[in-house]
């Protein structure tokens, strides 16, 4: 079992990311092989809409984008974890996830058989609010992308009231949450 974390929060060691790690720490519990990618440490551009891009679903563009295609094409499991910023997802994920335009054209325009395999997908967020229609809002992005790279979006696990950095760790309940959900997912 190959369970991919991807932390799209520019803060390392911040909310998102230790909610996430606490997701993979409960998968490594199964057994389950893990990776975790941070997104603000990859170099990588939004998505340029290339007009020759392959009919194959893949991206044209050379940068840190195409080893993340490939691990998530190898993931088992996709945990997607980010912030919520203005309403959304940050832009860091948002970013990643306007790349696999490429992906949701060879799928849904050109009805091209892709053949990637079936995987899951679990969605967590923090945000500083309590507004649930902020997860909402990230929630219909992110299930488009998972229906997109063939994850059924399984899991989710949304944490509001949390502003200042390391704030989570005063809310066990989440941590633990966030452990069982990584169990859950590492055993299927």
Known sequence: ?????????????????????????????????????????LRFSPCQECEDMPDDGSCIVKDDMQPLYKKVDQADVVILASPIFFGSLSAQTKMMIDRFQCLWRAK????????????KGIFI?????????????????????????????????????????????KHQDFLKKAFELGKKVGQV
């Open 125 to 169: 967020s923090v945000e500083a609010s309590t507004r649930e229609d902020f997860f909402m809002n990230a929630k219909s992005i992110v299930k488009n992308l998972f229906a997109t790279i063939n994850a059924e979006y399984t899991g989710e696990l949304l944490c509001s009231g949390l502003d200042e950095k390391g704030s989570i760790l």
């Open 1 to 41: 079992m190959n369970v991919l974390g991807i932390n799209g929060s520019p803060r390392i060691d911040g909310n998102t990311d230790i909610v996430l790690d606490n997701a993979l720490e409960g998968a490594k519990t199964t057994g389950a092989k893990t990776d975790k990618i941070i997104l603000n440490t």
């Open 108 to 119: 849904y325009i050109l009805k091209k058989d892709i053949s990637r395999k079936k995987r």
